[in-house]
Every structure is written in C-alpha cells, then in structure tokens.
C-alpha cells in the first residue's frame, strides 16, 4: 500500500509551475476556462503522483500575487514542496514571498526546479542556480537539490522524480506521521454542488480517517454532516485518511453554508475560539519593527482572517526575531496546537511573518508573569507531561478538561499522562462527588488561595471591628468563577492550614479583627454562651445588658460583633438567635413545611416550642432571607429551597 503525502508547488507566475505538474503526472491542473484562456492558474489545482512507496497528492497554486491568498490556501496540509524557478526569468518577487511562506510551514523537506532550461544558455543557468541557492540559505531547502528542467523536451523530468521520492521518504519519516491516529481533521479549499449528489467538499487530510457514512462536523458553525460518499484523486474510495487530497459528498447541509476556510472534523475535536496564543517569527526582510496591537491577516488553515496582535513579552518586535503573541480575532476561528500560520500585513498587503498555535482556546494573557512565560515556554516543549501542565496553568478559569488534550497539546495518551501529573503533584485532584472530581494545577491552586487571603485581608481593613465577615460576601468577589467547588476546596485548604476561621454564615482571617480588652472578650464569651444555651427563647438585648456587671454600654456593640462574625443572627433590634439555633429552626421547618404542605405562625410556634413573641419575628425573618414565604395564612419554602 503507498504511503501518501501532500506535495505543493510554489513560484513566480508564468516559472511553469503547471507545466510541469503536466509532464510529471499527464494531467492540466488549469481546470477553468478563464485559466485556459489567459495561460495562468487562479484557482488551486490538483494531481497525484505515485512514486512507489509513495502516492503524492499535488496541489498547484497560483502563482500571481493577487492570488497569494488562494496559494495560502492551498499549502495548507503540505508535506514537502516543489519551488519552482523559470531559467529565463530567475528569482521573482512571488519567488520570495512562496519561499517565506512555506519557511513558516515548517516543512521538513523540498526539491527546487529550474525550468525552461532550453530557453537559455548553460552558463546563464548556473548564474540562475547561484542566485537561487543565496536565495535557500538559511531554509529548510538551503540543502535541497536543484533540479534543471524543460517541460517541453523532457530534460531532467526522471531526475526531478527521483529527487521527489527521496524527499518524500524524509518528510515520511517525520512526526507528521503520528497525525494518522489522531482525530479526522480536513481544512476546506473547495465547495461545491453536483446535481444529483448535493453537496461536496474537497481538501488536504491533515489527520486521521473518515470513511462513507461517518458523521462528521463543520466548524466553526458545528453543523452535522454525513460522508454520503468519498473520492481520492477523482476515483471513488470507501475512505481517506491523513496525506490525501479528498472529495467528500456531504449530507445534512447546503453548499452555500459551508465555505473555503472551514474545517471539516471529527464531532467535537475542534471547538472555536477568537484567541489564539502563539509563537509567532517575524521575517528578517520586513523593513519595520511590528508593534503591539497591531491589525493583520492571518491565514490558519485555508481561513483568511481579520485580527489584532497583542505582544506578549516586548512593545514591538524587531524583523527577524521570535516572541509570543496572542491573536485577537474579529470571528471564531478552529485550530490545533502546534497547527502553522502566516500572517500578512493589513495594507498593502505583503507576508510578514508566521509561526505555530501553543493554545487553540486561549484566555486573555494581560501583564504576562515570569511564571506565566516560563509555561508559554512549556507549550512549545516535546515533553508531553510539560505541554499538558501548562495547558492546565492556562486553564485556571475556564475548568482545565483533560480529554482536550489532543487538540491543546497534541497529547493522544491522555490517561498516563495525568496519571504522572498527579503522581509529581503537579495537578491537584478536587473530588466534587464519587463520580466527579476537578483538576487543577497545584500553582494556579496556591495562587488562588492567595487570592482568597488577600480579600480577607481588604475585608478586615475594610471593616476593622469584625473577627469575621458574611460568607455571601467573600464569595461575591469570585463570582467570575466557572467552578464553586474550586473555591470551597480552596477555602478548605485554608482552614485546614488553619489560616481562616469559617462556618457555614462567616469567614476571617486567624489572628485578624479588633483588639478587645479581656473584660470585653470575657462578657463576648458569656453573651454568645447565654444565646446558645436560651435556645428558642433567646433573652432580650436589655436582658442581656443586666448580665453585665462591667461593659454594660459595650453589649449592643459586642451582640453586633458577633452577628457580624456569624456567631449570632439578628432577627430584631431586641432579638438575636445564636447560629447553631437557627441552623436547627432551619433543619426542623424544612422538613415540617415539606411534610405539611406549609405551616401557619401557630403551628410554627407550636413545633419550636416557642411563644408568639418570637415564632412572628422569626417568621419575618426566614421570609427576609428567602427561606420561606407567604402562601395565605401559611410559610411555605421558597422555590429555591424547594427545587
């Protein structure tokens, strides 16, 4: 079985690039009539090529500059490249800017053709291979070999496929292989209707496999797709997979809602997203530096799309250097980690630089931390358990979910390598039920408590009489949180550490709140103890004032100090229940309303073995805190208790 891979062409118009492509394979990729007609490619063109053990896909792009945007488009899903030179006309503009695109592909390996080699001398052939090898230096095809052709006698023609195959087996022997167990993924470079058919699609398989009647998604969009038939190289197959040029017949959609730039993929593998966190090289040919903030064109994919650069280490980046960068975009976009991109000026447009995607589902990175870089860092290291950490660091707000690993990462054995997290302590494990749990990094943890501290510490010096301060009111400050659970494990932690006082209505620092006499602390003791002990029938504040022997002013203050510390609840001016009483009024009534169907006053006085004077306010209050309401005569429980 020949193994298959993407060949694509790049060069100068008119260099012969689809003459070429004709005499290797037999077959016109100028496929439009408007092609004919003027003699140059527009649109994207495709051949096969079997050099055994290989088949090679071949996708010809256009080679003027107003086509740039379609060879973009095409080179997406490459795996080595044809750069194709005319003898006559020697390195061109589009010679350079083809050669500093797929510089920001990544390919491991190429062939470089010079064509119309019976046009000129032999001696101006090599001047033209001199200035094609200064042109390569410094690339991945500064070793590649240089090939002389005539597409119209033949010369070199044999040669160019042997030096093709040999390429083919380094680009064979590289990572891009492993890409044939991952997820089906196929970015978009075509669409279409056929009468009786509906509609069909066609691109570069740049992972995994997809065979006749799999259901597939569109994204961005998510629309549901089924494969109603499939074609390789216009011959029908029963599947395609990674390294193949596709044609999918699709059904569940109409042609007109899915365009170039789409991906086609397997349900859930991709997941949209306008930020993009990356590593991005700027050309050393660009005549300026690139400064933050700037608007470009960003080609992932076959998508051309509109965004602004936020820098993330310096103002602006000088021409030939390396930084991180994250891409604000102006629509959802889909990536993968470690997927290429080119980025072009806005006006005029011109190829500026490119680089590869460490985060496809970025959140925003503001003042970037040492911390913060050292993990960017880890993002692009070939240490799976490193790559996974730090996706989990820069999940912190979203809720880190490890089976996005093989998008985030590029991490496919998930389990074994949370299984090494945990076991180096780098991920902590937050059980949430016996079937749930939360995973979250053990930096990004200790950081958070932090965090809690430090409101603590604004509470106290907000409110400096209070030991402690409402619960609801710590919480409130996390509101931004997508899981509750991380900040009670959290706030467990810290009691277990014993660095905060908490219960169920109150929250404080250890060591923290106002400094009372001993005298002051001792009647505080015996108020809270007095309350605890009365029970349902709490003795009054002026009761409570003919305790004191000494302080006597201080008991309305210090019954305040209490409620606010969450020791007492304040029902009245005269009337205060201490919390564990009213945890218990709480568990009785719950039950009691359920049971009966709702209570009146007199059978609520009647169950706490109080007297009116109590159970009315108390009644009032329960109404107050959204525990119970008004139903007639009765208190039912509110619809949140309820439900």
Known sequence: MLKDLILGTAGHIDHGKTSLIGVLTGTNTDRLPEEKKRGITIELGYAHLDLPPFRLGIVDVPGHEKFVRQMLAGATGMDLALLVVAADDSVKQQTREHLDILRMLDLPAGVIAITKCDLVEPDWVDLVEEEIRGLVEDTFLSQAPIIRTSSKSGV????????????????ADSSRQLQLNAPFKMAIDRTFTMEGHGTVVTGSVSSGEATVGDSLEIQPGGHSVRIRSLQNHETAAPEVHRGQRAALNLAGIHHLDVQRGDELCFPGHLKPSRLLTTELFL?????????DRTRVR???GTAELQANIRLLETPEMAPGSRGFAQ???NEPAVAIWNQPFVVRSESPVFTIGGGRVLDPNAS????????DRSMLQQLMSAEQTERASANAYFRFNQGWDPSTLPRTTGVFDVKPTIDQLLDAGTIRQIKLSATRELLIHQQRFQEFCGRIIRTLERMHSEHPLRFKHPRTAM???FEYLDSKELLSAAVEALKHEKKIDVNRESIGLVGYGPKLSKGERQLLERLISELLNA?????????????????????????QMATDNGDLVNITKEIYFHHKTMEQIHQILAMEIQKNDGLTISEIRQILDTTRKYAVPLCEHLDSIGFTERDGDKRVLAKAISE
């Open 364 to 371: 925003p990175i503001r003042k970037p931390s040492a911390e």
């Open 475 to 477: 919480e409130h400050q």
């Open 156 to 171: 070199g023609i044999e040669e160019l496929k042997s030096a093709l195959g040999t390429a083919a087996e380094t680009a």
């Open 283 to 291: 050309l050393s040919s660009v005549k300026k530096a690139l400064k």
């Open 535 to 559: 029970g349902m029938k709490p003795p009054s504040v002026k009761d409570l004032e003919k305790l004191a022997t000494k302080n006597r002013q201080a008991v309305p203050e210090l019954l």
């Open 327 to 329: 891409f604000f975009l």
């Open 298 to 300: 960003l080609h992932l």
